[in-house]
């Protein structure tokens, strides 16, 4: 076995890890750390809505898909105190890194200069996902889910992809919603592995039985294992209604496709051209597996941003197989001058995630407010959700969309980007709590019914008069 090449890792590691720089907390990361706290300090599991006003009265059924990564974060909460967020997407993303590293070691020293050209469109993939969410985690499995399903397809005597439901029941309860993945890229796997032929520079070479039946097995095995979670048979359905779901589709952004006119989304656009550019050039021939992975999360990418990391962690497990070689023996010196400079960037940028970390979505003096004055029917924008559940405050909706898609999130979309007054009246709301700059200010401002009773330069507060 080749020696482990610990400057190059370093290196690649190191690129990689800028992201952290845009590390942000997100909308979700406030609920889901309250989540995890209630499940710890009360020893069970929520089926119905426990943080939102209007979730309780009307009982809600909250498919809590990601309850074991709350808890999860709630522990690096508990242990690290205001450091655990930081940590728990340090450590997430680390192990990420090194899993990717260590199971395409041979391939990413065999063209270096490739490495750190791919080391650098992960940095800028990862950056627009750097929140302490159940994704961090999800990343990882995913990792280890394509390790093992190449495994089997090129070593008939593997026996690693029996870990596979193992995956799959781990899956189905960090982060339910994207827990359909092993067993759909298991059934792809042994597809593929049933033809045989050459076309151009694309070939196929059928695999045997063995491998095809571990496939299949492991396959309906992990399906299994996914109905092994607090929610039971609902959780194998659940991600393909979640997919499914139009509204959420059309009105949340990280469900949108990747656009060229946001700089975030362009790493996605140099990954394609990279496949793109690495096929048409490289003389190697290219395995049927590799074209197909590349293609399902091809797909998968520009369907949806929150799928462009997945692509980037597939695309490495294949792409480094049609990539020409391109031997670059580098002296040590070069090695300490490149690993020298991403230390001085990371100095460089620490101020920088320094204030990342104490930006807060609402101030204190607004939490202060609400919390003193006690609604009973607040309405919050969107976003606001998660972080005046936080604070210990009943919302109206937050980042639990589906939870709330049948019901008030239409309604939610509506007031914020129209003010409808047929909704203000109906929901009879005696707080609004909503930034400034949308178009439910102005018509608040608008309307004799509400008075507005505070604001300072993001946020404004808005009580009904009483008659």
Not at 61 to 73: A, D, K, N, P, R
Not at 346 to 353: A, N, W
Request: aromatic share 18%; with cysteine; proline share 3%.
């Amino acid at each position: 076995m080749k020696k482990f090449n610990w400057k190059l890792y370093l290196i690649f590691a190191g690129i990689l890890l800028f992201a952290l720089f845009n590390f942000g907390f997100g909308n979700d990361y406030y609920w889901h750390v309250k989540a995890g706290e209630y499940m710890v300090n009360n020893l069970k599991i929520p089926y119905h809505d426990i943080f939102s006003w209007y979730g309780i009265s009307n009982n809600l059924y909250w498919m809590s898909h990601e309850w074991l990564s709350e808890v999860v974060l709630y522990i690096y909460k508990y242990i690290f105190k205001g450091l655990g967020p930081l940590i728990f997407n340090l450590s997430m993303y680390l192990l990420l890194i090194t899993v990717i590293y260590k199971h395409n070691k041979e391939k990413l020293e065999k063209n270096k200069i490739f490495t750190f050209l791919w080391a650098l469109v992960g940095f800028l993939i990862f950056s627009k996902v750097m929140l302490p969410r159940p994704h961090m985690i999800s990343y990882t499995l995913l990792a280890f889910t394509i390790y093992i399903l190449y495994d089997n397809f090129n070593n008939k005597n593997s026996k690693k992809i029996y870990f596979l439901p193992v995956i799959s029941l781990l899956w189905a309860n960090f982060h339910g919603g994207s827990s359909n993945l092993p067993y759909v890229l298991c059934f792809m796997f042994m597809i593929v592995g049933l033809f045989s032929f050459k076309f151009g520079k694309v070939e196929a070479k059928r695999i045997d039985k063995k491998q095809i039946k571990k496939y299949l097995i492991c396959g309906l095995l992990s399906i299994c294992a996914i109905a092994i979670n607090p929610h039971g048979l609902k959780m194998i359905t659940y991600p393909y209604i979640n997919m499914g779901d139009k509204l959420m589709l059309s009105n949340i952004v990280e469900w949108g496709c990747p656009d060229l006119n946001d700089f975030g989304d362009i790493a996605a656009f140099a990954v394609l051209g990279l496949v793109i550019i690495t096929m048409i050039i490289s003389n190697k021939k290219i395995k049927l597996i590799d074209l197909i992975t590349l293609g399902a999360f091809l797909f998968l990418g520009f369907k949806s941003v929150r799928f462009v990391p997945l692509l980037y962690i597939a695309a490495t497990y294949a792409i480094f197989n049609i990539v020409e070689d391109f031997k670059l023996n580098l002296p040590n010196k070069a090695y300490i001058i490149i690993l020298s400079t991403i230390v001085v960037c990371f100095g460089i940028l620490t101020p920088k995630l320094i204030r990342n970390y104490n930006k807060k979505p609402i101030s204190d003096t607004a939490i202060n407010y609400i919390k003193d004055n006690k609604p009973k029917r607040l309405f919050n924008y969107y976003n606001y959700g998660g972080y005046l559940i936080y604070n210990d405050i009943k919302v109206f909706i937050d980042g639990r969309a589906d939870m709330y898609s049948k019901y008030n999130f239409k309604d939610t979309v509506d007031l914020q980007d129209r003010g409808y007054k047929y909704l203000l009246d109906g929901y009879n709301f005696d707080m609004l709590i909503i930034p400034n700059n949308i178009a439910l200010n102005i018509h608040l401002s608008n309307n004799n019914d509400y008075m507005a009773v505070f604001q300072d330069d993001n946020t404004v507060i808005y009580e009904k008069k009483t008659k």
